[in-house]
């Protein structure tokens, strides 16, 4: 077994320098998803190449969206006045995100990274089409976003900002796992250049997706009653040990609704 050596990269140039070199390496954000794996014995890097020096913590209010880099917690997200006052949808939604600790470690690249399909971050940035900027091009968050647990992230892609188009208004709604706090279904709803988007985390088979039926419902008239004939097909929706499908089809629906509600 090789040895693995811990390396603080100063700046993205040698992040990727420090990748190349080595045989199996990781970047390294909080450590909240990555440091877990490697004690199951999940994953097994020879170097962990952390992000913390790289200078990618900043929330930049570029007017029309909001420039968020990679290594931005969850909780300067949830206390950032600029997000809360121009995105409090995603204000709210980094709040709730896992506990305390999670959210003080936890950084939105590392989340979009790793793209857990009962993630909260997945939701907004599809429903407000949010930039995933890395260190070779930009990807719009609908080609980002691939299968669960799997981006278009190349090998040795390094994430370092997320731009965030600002909406007339937005809201997110999870119904929780009590233990992890991830999302059973998570709901993103924003209304935006005036139409409608909703995007549904936490219980698609292949991740995260728009409920485009909800959308057009919504484009006719914004209100929850717009949504309450509606029924989501339990076809592409995950069934497991902590939801089934029907559940989570009466979930979504009803996430969908709190936030609609919560919006208006
Ligand atoms: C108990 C618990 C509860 C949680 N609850 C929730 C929840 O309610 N909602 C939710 O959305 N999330 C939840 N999370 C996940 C949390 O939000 C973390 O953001 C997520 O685990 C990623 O952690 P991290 O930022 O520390 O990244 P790390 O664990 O350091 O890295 C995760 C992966 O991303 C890669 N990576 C990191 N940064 C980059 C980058 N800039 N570019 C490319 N690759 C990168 C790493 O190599 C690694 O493979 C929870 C986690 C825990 C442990």
């Given at each position: 077994m090789s040895k693995l050596l811990y390396a603080k990269a100063a700046s993205i140039n040698e992040a990727e320098q420090f990748?190349?070199?080595?045989?199996?390496?990781?970047?390294?954000a909080g450590g909240m998803t990555l440091l877990p794996t490697m004690r199951q014995r999940l994953v097994a890097p020879d170097r962990l190449i952390d992000l913390a020096n790289c200078q990618l913590s900043y929330i930049k209010d570029?007017?029309?969206?909001i420039k968020i880099g990679a290594m931005t917690t969850h909780s300067q997200i949830?206390?950032?006045?600029?997000?809360?006052r121009k995105i409090n949808g995603l204000a709210h939604l980094a709040s709730g995100i896992g506990d305390r600790q999670v959210r003080h470690r936890g950084t939105i690249g590392?989340?979009?990274?790793?793209?857990?399909?009962?993630?909260?971050?997945?939701?907004?940035?599809?429903?407000?089409?949010?930039?995933?900027?890395?260190?070779?091009r930009?990807?719009?968050?609908?080609?980002?976003?691939?299968?669960?647990?799997?981006?278009?992230?190349?090998?040795g892609e390094l994430i370092t900002a997320i731009s965030?188009?600002?909406?007339?208004?937005?809201?997110?709604?999870?119904?929780?796992?009590?233990?992890s706090r991830y999302a059973l279904a998570g709901v993103f709803a924003a209304f935006m250049d005036d139409k409608p988007y909703l995007a549904v985390t936490g219980a698609g088979e292949q991740g995260v997706f728009r409920w485009h039926e909800g959308e057009a419902a919504l484009a006719e008239n914004w209100s929850k009653e717009a949504l309450a004939n509606l029924t989501i097909?339990?076809?592409?929706?995950?069934?497991?040990?902590?939801a089934s499908a029907a559940f989570r089809s009466h979930l979504v629906k009803q996430m969908a609704q709190k936030a609609v509600?919560?919006?208006?």
């Open positions: 990748f190349i070199e080595a045989e199996e390496a990781r970047y390294l570029e007017g029309s969206f949830a206390l950032s006045d600029v997000i809360g590392g989340s979009v990274a790793n793209n857990d399909p009962a993630a909260c971050y997945p939701a907004a940035l599809l429903a407000l089409g949010a930039q995933i900027h890395t260190h070779k930009e990807l719009t968050a609908s080609d980002y976003f691939v299968d669960l647990f799997e981006t278009a992230l190349e090998e965030v188009p600002v909406p007339q208004k937005s809201a997110y709604f999870k119904a929780p796992n009590p233990a097909s339990e076809e592409g929706l995950l069934s497991d040990i902590h509600e919560a919006c208006a």
